[in-house]
């Protein structure tokens, strides 16, 4: 299983971005795993439009939620399936300015299924692609589908 991790970003006034990193497996015979990638991070009114979406994440991975805090220094380990689906989430959103857009969003990424969460995750961050525009049409799909709900 793949492993990832949410990290909190402290911010001003004792606010705090989230930033979402995929953990590279190690290899044989290495001594240390490769850094994680960062695959989004989300801040501001976007965070507070999906917070419910990450509290039921973080109790999906036995987290209490109200551990949520500007102080915390260390990363929540996700699971695949959470990972996948707040990559996307935060992918999906980062951007965008209306409410109601991001409310459908989240909406349409929590109910999807491991494996149409894992399908929109691969197109999205298929990093053999090397083809930016192949990443925003995804995500452009994406947002357009779950957008206009």
């Not at 590279?24 to 965070?47: F, S, W």
């Not at 805090?69 to 980062?94: C, D, M, V």
């Not at 951007?95 to 399908?119: C, D, F, Q, T």
């Amino acid at each position: 299983m793949q492993e990832f991790q949410l990290r909190i970003k402290p911010q001003q006034d004792n606010n705090f971005a989230l930033e979402l990193y995929q953990c590279a497996y190690k290899k044989a015979g290495e001594k240390k795993r490769p850094k994680a990638k960062k695959l989004g991070g989300i801040k501001g009114n976007n965070l507070v439009l999906i917070r419910g979406a990450i509290y039921q994440f973080l109790k999906q991975n036995n987290y209490d939620p109200k551990t949520l805090s500007h102080k915390r220094n260390t990363p929540y380990i996700l699971t695949e399936e959470t990972g996948t689906h707040l990559a996307i989430l935060f992918q999906a959103i980062q951007p965008l300015k209306k409410e109601v857009k991001i409310i459908n969003i989240r909406e349409g990424i929590m109910a999807m299924s491991n494996e149409e969460a894992h399908y929109w995750f691969a197109k999205i961050n298929n990093s053999n692609l090397g083809k930016n525009s192949l990443k925003n049409s995804a995500l452009r799909a994406l947002r357009i589908l779950l957008g206009e709900c």
